[in-house]
């Protein structure tokens, strides 16, 4: 069964820092792209990070929004990818989710509805 779930939100005050990980089983997580998602009340959007698996060489691609404050990484030998955000505004509040391209070898530059496999999302609160 494919499973991605995300973890390690909390409460921070505006200026601090968390680190998020989403954490895959059930695939061959090398061959995917993977990307964080939030949602926030009146809110959809594509994703806010993605980055492209081993065989697309890894790339790492930002929303304008979180470009240069958030940094995305992955370890295959973990099946995880990581969500490291600095400088938290209060309008980064908002439940974080990962998933998956849902072809094996796809960018990140597909459509969001070619992601799936969404784990349980991890809320994150700034406070101001």
């Known amino acids: 069964e494919v499973q991605l779930q995300a973890f390690g939100g909390g409460l921070v005050q505006a200026g601090g820092s968390l680190r998020l990980s989403c954490a895959a089983s059930?695939?061959?997580?090398?061959?995917?792209?993977i990307g964080w998602f939030r949602q926030a009340p009146g809110k959809d959007s594509g994703w806010i990070s993605c980055?492209?698996?081993?065989?697309?060489?890894?790339?790492?691609h930002y929303a304008d929004s979180v470009k240069g404050r958030f940094t995305i990484s992955r370890d295959d030998a973990k099946n995880t990818v990581y969500l490291q955000m600095n400088s938290l505004e209060p309008e980064d509040t908002a439940v974080y989710y990962c998933?998956?391209?849902?072809?094996?070898?796809?960018?990140?530059?597909?459509?969001?509805?070619?992601?799936?496999?969404w784990g349980r999302g991890t809320e994150v609160t700034v406070s101001s």
């Open positions: 980055i492209d698996s081993r065989s697309n060489d890894g790339g790492t």
């Open positions: 059930g695939f061959y997580f090398d061959d995917y792209a």
């Open positions: 998933a998956r391209v849902m072809r094996p070898g796809s960018d990140c530059f597909v459509p969001r509805s070619d992601f799936g496999s």
